[in-house]
């Protein structure tokens, strides 16, 4: 399995972004539309942390859109035009905010909602059954006779405790392996990865590099900084050392993606489905001279093989929902395919 990894910003990156967003403070300038547009491309050139991988260039867009600028122009075109810019990036952590509207990236949208490979209600009905069980933000059954774990994360907003996971893994005192099953996952609170991840074999082994954009130039960035799986005591006896497959797809979105990445390091985890949607940097907010706010990628993550996933995280093992089984059997062949490895 690939060892690659990313995506969960430490104490000190934290307290670097927190200095690069005193750094995104205003500027005395006119709020003119010319200089309200001029102020944002300008901020997202030199502080944008992803140019290298969006395919972007940043000077042929300010030459298409400057000339639609004119400063009798109404808010709503300005914010027509400066949405245009942002949404060229492709990124889901880029947002333009005004009182009346907000830029975003539709394309990321439209992945999000579109192409996500699960339906809720057969999983819950063909699956974990009338008497599911809940723990904090976790849904989970026994599938195949309780051999299976199957776990229902929907959000990582969602909090989940060690206690309650720990507490999980007993109520299965005969499973062979785990389906952790984050389809549609759009992301939310990165403290709750950790906590999944302390019932894994973790011994401190490396996950992910972090750098924050630190110059003007396209390439500026700070030095790369390692962080590290969490410690688990080689006397605990809760750790899940038997398989465990994470089921992903395209409707998983920063934390969820950040996860997935991080799975990389274990090898009794594997991915199945389809790549997530990215979303691996860290956002960041800054003001234009118009009062309006806008959001912006500072970070970006990189695997231990120097690899930028921040446009989606592949699965190991590629597959995509049937939905004819859906609407005629109900059932997921996702779920099912995971289950018969896992049997096996």
């Known amino acids: 399995m690939k060892k690659i990894l990313l995506s969960i910003i430490s104490g000190c990156l934290l307290l670097a972004v927190t200095s690069c967003e005193k750094a995104l403070m205003v500027d005395d300038v006119s709020a003119s539309p010319t200089s309200t547009f001029g102020y944002l491309w300008k901020k997202f050139d030199q502080q944008y942390a992803m140019f290298d991988v969006k395919g972007v260039d940043w000077n042929a867009m300010y030459d298409s859109l400057y000339p639609r600028v004119n400063d009798t122009m109404s808010s709503d075109s300005l914010f027509l035009v400066c949405a245009a810019l942002l949404n060229s990036l492709h990124d889901g952590h880029v947002n333009l905010y005004t009182p009346y509207d907000v830029g975003r990236s539709d394309s990321i949208y439209y992945d999000f909602y579109s192409q996500s490979d699960i339906d809720v209600n057969t999983v819950v009905l063909h699956y974990m059954g ?173 695997a231990l093989d120097g690899g930028n996933y921040e446009n989606g995280v592949p699965p190991d093992i590629p597959l995509r929902l049937d939905w004819e089984k859906v609407w005629q059997q109900g059932r997921d062949n996702i779920i099912d395919s995971a289950c018969a490895i896992l049997m096996k």
Not at 247 to 265: K, M, P, V
Request: net charge neutral; proline share 6%; aromatic share 10%.
């Open 130 to 302: 009338v008497n599911y069980h809940v723990a904090g933000g976790l849904a989970h059954a026994g599938l195949c006779g309780d051999s299976v774990i199957y776990i229902r994360y929907g959000s990582f907003s969602n909090a989940i405790g060690e206690g309650q996971l720990r507490h999980l893994l007993h109520s299965y005192p005969n499973a062979k392996g785990m389906i952790f099953d984050i389809r549609g996952n759009g992301g939310g609170n990165v403290a709750n990865i950790y906590r999944f991840l302390k019932l894994m074999p973790s011994h401190g082994q490396p996950l992910y590099y972090s750098q924050i954009k630190s110059g003007p130039a396209h390439d500026d960035f700070s030095p790369l900084e390692t962080t590290y799986a969490p410690l688990v005591s080689a006397s605990d006896t809760d750790v899940f050392e038997k398989p465990v497959i994470v089921l992903i797809d395209r409707g998983c979105f920063s934390a969820a993606s950040s996860f997935a990445i991080c799975t990389y390091a274990y090898p009794n985890i594997t991915l199945m489905g389809d790549t997530t949607s990215g979303g691996l940097g860290m956002p960041s907010t800054g003001v234009l001279p118009n009062g309006w706010r806008y959001r912006i990628t500072l970070t970006r993550t990189l």
